[in-house]
């Protein structure tokens, strides 16, 4: 499958009208397991009830994309239809069964979801950052499969470099992408996390955040090394940083000098070294 062909998402494996037929099977939905890259995180109970209600009086419309593995079939496309026709009672889902590899599978099933609407926008960076990493792709590849500004996919990805904590209240909802944007601008790790904490507890908006940042910037600190950014320093940072999803800084002394590489926990730590070692 082309990288043309991920990008049509599903019109690749369902043909419009005209087109020459797809097979639609009814497949019994305990022979169906769930697709590991799925980005989506976190599922609204409440939105799968309302799609099994849906389901329950309309049956499922569109069928779910699988491939055949073991003895049944791995989701490829559609893990929300299946669930909700689970929850609606039914035993079998029509679905559309397509041999492909680990590979494919994995970035339509990314690219599906991702231009779908409804992934929080920590789950849409994750999926972006996993397509970067696990096929070797640019923001700009990136941008083209999923229909966004190459400026979009870097604006997603820079939340990644939010402390977990500020990242799980991003997936709550609690704190807004605007939220995030500022608390990036401070450098301070702890007093990132505490800002973030203050602003939920007392719901503060994204211009009063900007406010209280800026104040923090302007109280006089102790004196410090100024850091002398070099081009050639900056260029490599900011490939790094793209490569690996994460803030990196390069740090020269003469001829020698150390690359700074943050991470912010133990499943970030391993997924860095991962992408590092081309594992």
Known sequence: MTRQAL?????ALIPDAGEAAVEVRELAVERIVVNPYQPR???????LEELAESI?????????????????YQLVVGERRWRAAQMAGLRTIPAVVRAMGDREAAALALIENLQREGLNPIEEARGFR???????WTQEDVAVQVGRKRSSVANALRLLQLAPELQEMVMRGDLSVGHGKVLLAVEDATQQVELGERAVREGWS????????AGLRQRPERKRRVRVHDPEAAAVESHLAERLGTRVTVRARGKRGRIEIEFYGPEDLERIVRAMVGS
Do not use: K
């Not at 990008?7 to 019109?11: A, F, S």
């Not at 995180?41 to 939105?47: T, V």
């Not at 329950?56 to 049944?72: F, I, N, S, T």
């Not at 996993?130 to 070797?136: K, N, V």
């Open 206 to 213: 994204v211009r009063r955040l900007e406010q209280v940042a």
């Open 41 to 47: 995180q976190q599922m609204d109970p409440g939105a």
């Open 130 to 136: 996993r397509l970067m990493l696990e096929f070797g």
């Open 56 to 72: 329950r009086a309309q049956g499922v419309l569109q069928p779910v994309v699988v491939r055949p593995a073991g003895e049944g």
């Open 7 to 11: 990008g049509r998402g599903l019109r």
